[in-house]
């Protein structure tokens, strides 16, 4: 008597990944059809100064184009009030002429990015003296941007201010990358990398005398400004991560390489607005991931299967499936149920952002086997 083959039972070859990391605190960012961000991404044809290509490729262009709208001064510091905190505001003031430090180099492109569906998030890096900058005056941080760029899976510090990003052993970099070669090699391994137009010293400051201004650009360049990466942190507000309970909150600092400033109440701040993470997955987030979950129909074992899907895409608008070398079609919600093929089979899927530009993909290699039922007499 031949032995029946029925019914069937499906196991995992290999894949992921499975389960989404869980953090401290969710991450959020300002969606691109928020009003302003859809006047920005309009009013400056934003979408075409990205231009195509990888997600690198068009935040550099993003930070070219923001360093050309206005050269560094310090046109209204000390108002940055709701309005002129946005970068419609920013724009709008340098193209009457008015010029601007660090701080809205930063602002205007994080806003830029965000407009067009590119995670960005702002950052601030700090000297090792910034606690008390005996020496070093008010020269003590500055004020950068980073993108998520799926192309290199990994944030990419990017500085519209000096028009400017770093490479480490060829690599483009993060700001924590930078800090790391800092700490350990004072900085060899890293090369800063000036797109056109450059930085253009600004010709007066209502700081420092002409004199004391020279010397504070030839200092601030003296390391390629590699040195401000002693420490570094992120904003918690405007769009960007907000803890659990913790409304007053403000600042994500990095702590795992470097302890934490002794005084940083110096410039009047408040301990409480800081929070401190160790891990660097918790500081630079994993996003653009899909998760993938299967399991079998409930019962008797059989050919059924079941999809559970999950992500971390900002701007998220689907899933999509793909069963073998089929190509990728949408998914209705986070669940799918389809019939395996006999044998070893591949299903991918990957989310989608609200601009159609894919994530990571998740991967599952899968194999149908039939379980023998017991010979008859």
Known sequence: MKTRLIPKRIEILSG?????????????????????????RKR???????????????ARRLKSWVRRQWNHGYEGEGEQDSKSQDALDILDRARRGSEFSCWYFRRTLV???????????????????????????????HAVSEVYCRDLRKWVMMDADANAFYTVKGVPASALDVHSAWLRERGRTVRQVLDKP????????????DKTMRGVWRDFTRHRTVDYYDHVFTHLLNGFPEP????GQKFLWYVGKRPPLLCMNYHGNDLDRFLFVEEESHFNWPLQQTFLIAAMKPGTPSDQVELRFDHTMPFFDRFEFSLGRQPFCRVRGDRLRFTCPAGRTRVRARCVDCFGRPGHEAVLNLEL????SHRKA
Request: glycine share 8%; aromatic share 14%.
């Open 16 to 40: 992921g990944p499975f389960t989404k990391t869980v953090f401290p605190f969710p991450f959020r960012f300002r969606s691109p059809s928020d009003r302003a961000a859809l006047t920005l």
């Open 44 to 58: 400056y044809r934003l979408i075409e100064v990205a231009g195509e290509g990888t997600d690198f490729d068009r």
């Open 111 to 141: 806003q830029a990015c965000l407009a067009i569906g590119l995670p960005a998030r702002e950052l601030g890096v700090c000297r090792k003296r910034a606690d008390f900058p005996d020496g070093i005056g008010l020269n003590t941080s």
């Open 198 to 209: 450059l930085f253009v010293y600004p010709s007066h400051s209502p700081f420092w005398d």
């Open 244 to 247: 659990h309970g913790k409304i």
């Open 369 to 372: 086997k039939p379980l023998p």
